[in-house]
């Protein structure tokens, strides 16, 4: 599986820059230059207008559509949700002398487009000759407000370089927006109203009623306002100026929209009018300059916290921030009731839905940077709990079955192999609650949402499974584990392991509560009718659990039979044949031996402490040469482990294009949005695999190795309220705390208590090789 | 699994009667007085034209529609095909002063529906009482001609019971008909024309652009015709008569309908008209009396070689009959290029696609009783060779992939699971050609046609298979048996045996014809690019198939893993969740020992002679008890078996419903359809069961039981040419050649030469209890 890099942007440590304009490529930089405050997210599309190949994306955080699914059978769904395309509060035109600036029409130089990471910005400059020989430059500046969830801000600048005269430009809101995906808009205008040199609307969708609350304010300076006339098109509100610019003076036209969505449908149109009136009404002396520094200060803060540093390897450097940058723009937890899509709001692909990701990938990278988001996200687990159960029932079982793919907490994915087969979003909840427990140590959270989350699951997996009539042991028949080339098994490893697991954290969590919160533990039995006769049973099922294991090769079969599966040498696929799911007949990808992503080695990554190097070592050396990525989740897992067992070389190889999937689009998928949980993953690569980190045993361990071509790597993470700094190059790591208490962890199996003076050890000899 | 009788209609040996008209059932009579004569059907629906509850349903074999199917992988279908509901050429409308007859409005006594099994006509008489005053006795008769496969024809008596007067009919054809499955009409008209009483109407599908040449003459008799004017509508061509008659004179007005169905597009419509008014000419003398003439000896002919007598036992008696009735109804070999639908012509349910019912239930039908049309059926799969080899390159494989369901070669199954994974039409196939083979001996096609299937139908086989990476066996990775209960398996037992017995017979074909027919074989090898190394391989192939077999218990596991699938016993699923597709869980279904059909058992069924008695009755004693019969093919093999190892009461229980299951509505749904494929099985249940034929093994067997309930049932079968007459009482057994020369056979064990005097062997003492 040769993964090829399409090198395109310029490295840089804090930003990417892209120069000159590919219109070939402009999806992928639409994806690249993508900004979003995890409330709301817009891709990097040209926002005045575009007549070539783009997609122009808007989206907001759980704002859904549905369409119906035709469903064959009970159990599968009959409505499919996904996150909706919405306005495009962005909509700009510019027009000199009747011609109207669009990129794939007009002539232009010096194209330059820059995500600044510091800035929390994307600057896009070019110079228009217009066609009677006019030129102008301009500058496109955007940003999403982190700090205020509701806000978005462009600023305009255009300087006539050879005249002085007259510029057009409109400027407003658009919900024609079209659902790429689905061939339509599906937004009606149920209410405007044009104030000043802005306007406002509410639109509504076709299906769901989602509203959103979109308006504008314009500011302009350095230029006469000959004319301003307000615009009402069919789902369009906008403002027409009619400019009078001076040779060499930039004229700025500076632009600030308030927005806001409502999923629910409670509200009357008229109170959700008022509310997002009363937002505009706190932004309306908001200048973009305020705005710009405030995000500025924002991500002054988050670099200090959350920054990686890598010396001698630019390309990662650059790769590692992007990913930070971006898992902060799609999430931070500000906003309760979201989740991460796999996308993150960046594209249509997915449909905006989140997965088992959002607690196995990106869960780690809040733990140790941003503990309020962690919750925040099991938070969302905890308000779709209803959901949950109630689809539990749909399937026939009891408690609370999580769905697979979600927007909204019901289930979304129209597959039935995948929607009633995948049963590890459940367990991969409770082991975010567990790994929450653990770092954060959040009881109170825990003892009143995070176990009745528990018990309800156990429910599910306790109905859900079955004892097998041969083995006597129980487990779960008729299932996709995590590697989906194994379509329908029974018995697969990891999710017996996970459910055995997830029955002993409930009970001890039951247990704990006995003596540490009696009353919560009252209040909790009460509240899910919680029988003693459950708890022996999950005791039973946890100990009859069927873990399928060679003793004699140390290995755990993936599933019932799957030694038996025929073999196949991945290395033999032509490469042309990637990937498999569009160059494979269907049934073809579930006949060998071949997995498409960890699935044995992921509860050995998400159980580190309680298997012995040998036995990683053993079953990495079976499943790696079966594996071949075809989930961008795969090979970070794979390089965390193969650093642990010495395999430094393999480690290095499969963290290549973590950092830069998206930015070289290494799938040449990137067109569609970006790989948003991969780049946890990538994260975690970099902490879990050079760092050496391990979070699940007791206490924190560190256990640093460096790559042969990086001169010194560190990284940040907070710890029991207080910030670590990891610092390591090919001699010595040292770690040390920067803010708050002093903490105890374990470096290389040592204990060291941490402090501000902080601990230096010599890094250990076998470091990695470059790739070669 | 309680299946319980809805019994309705009157018992007679020759007819089935309903007396009296109920709304609710009106489906279900539809559905029981269907006609067709395998080129065309029609449900028995109201032609007058009816306000309630109806499924208006004419349909021509092959005749097909198609539509989109949204598709998420390769391999899958894009498209599926259908037969489409066609014209309504039954059309008629009667009115007096301005009342026209409907039986949802008008009041009427009297309601009487007739299917004749000697006649081969559907009558149905009433007495309209209209809202004047005015009494008319009324008699609708059809046909569909056995004898003229393009002709339909209906006889209408009007009888005026207390007045005379005027009377207005109005007659024609509709292509304004609905499919009910789609909401749409999916003809347009493309030509017409009214000549004399007549007319005549050329319609083209939607999609597909099939044709339907349509046309009708009318005949008036007993009745002055005051006026007769055409009239034209869109998609509708009819003729409305004014009518004079007189009290207690019975006007007859005829109506014969020719129809010519073109399913290329190659032709133009010019040349397809021709075609339909040449046939229309060859029409033109024949009148209702002739047609009707025709119809009864064509009958009498078939009660002569093919009729099943049962004495003692009317229900069973009036069954049997209307089982054979079908099956010539719905197919008899006139035409080439037909198969036989789930539903034959009688609905639209299963989409009128044919699967491998066709060879492994209704086949033995035909060998027995019509070998023309066993061999045409066979036929059918050598025409659409070239599109199971297509379809074998969409599933990455090589040879012939006979589609699961299909209406003209082309898979139409949008379930992946079913197309992909159900790979036993093509054994099924070599089934057939083997055993048209054992008994017909027809060489010529053997050596010409089955061939060259069977060598594709391997290579497909022999490319679809994997190697066991544990057993270092041969088998079939990722697949659905006959047990459509179990998913996705591996090594389904009934698969791999039925592929090593084709590569077995694949290669003594091809090694027969070396000494028989050197030409042809030079001929197939050089048509087919036949390798020495395939035949090799095959060999190899063969000799290393897994068989899962547990040598202790002399049980066939279904597939890998079977014995391990936990265990339910079902007979504590209550009877309220059957149909289980409609009550459990999708994926709950297939996770439990519980199986929905033969499997196992099916292959002991096929290879009957195979296999010892005291592994039948093993296999059946692990299979039976887990078996729910959710097919309603899979009673009959459960009877057939169990009469062979000696439980005669469960033999006779599962025969119950076999030959009643649509009339008396045993699943609930004969309003869609009847269950054609079904009613093969209640034949075989008889002549295999009771009968003891076997067919399988060196020569024929003969093993007749009797069940305690019969006096004496007989059964005719033709055999190398020669009629053979089987008849049994509870005392002796008496088998005879009627026609023909004499033949050798076996009777429960012993050799026989059978002639025109018979052999006589008493019965033995063990027979069957009446079901208690």
Redesign the interface.
Known sequence: MAKIADKYFKVDPWSVVEEGFDPERNRVSESIFALGNEYMGVRGYPEEGYGGDTLLGSYFNGLYEEMPVQG?????IRSLRFMVNAVDWLYTRITVDGEQLDLAQSRFSGFRRVLDFRKGTVQRELVWHAKDGKELAICFERLVSMTRSHVGAQRMTITPLNFSGTVQIRSGLDFNTLHEDQGRGFWSVVRREQAGSGAAMLGRTANTGNRLYSSFTLHTQGAEVVRSEPIEQEHLAATELTLHVEQGQAAVVDKVAVNAAFVTCAEPDAAVWDEGQALLGQTAEASYDELSHEQAAYWEEIWRTSDIRIEGDPENQQGIRFCIFQMYQTYHGDNPGFNIGAKGLTGEAYRGLAFWDTETYCLPFYLFNNPKAAKSLLEFRYRSLEHAKQRAR???CEGAFYPIATIDGTESCD???HS??QLHVGTAVAYGLWHYDRIVSDKAFLYEKGVEMLVEISRFYATRG??????GQYGY??VMGPDEFQ??V?NNCYINLMAKKLFEYTRSVLEEMKAEAPAALKAVSAKTGLRDEELENWAQLAENMKIPYDEETGIYEEH??F?????IDIHSIPVTEFPL????????L????MIKQPDVLMFMFLYNSEYTTEAKRANYEYYEPRCIHESSLSPSIHSILAAEIGRHEEAYNFFEFATRLDLDNYNRNTREGLHTTSIAAAWMNIVYGFGGLRSDGEGLALAPSIPQAWDEYSFNMTYQGSVLEIKADQHRVRVRVTEGDSVAIRIYGENAEIGMAGVEVPMPKTTVKAGS
């Open positions: 064959h059978y009970r159990g599968t749909e399937v026939d597959l039935w192999q009633n087969l079955q004892w097998g009539q041969k083995s028949f008729g379509l329908m029974n019932d039979g030694f038996d599966m025929p073999h799911y569009s160059h494979w007949s269907y049934d073809r579930y006949r060998y031996d």
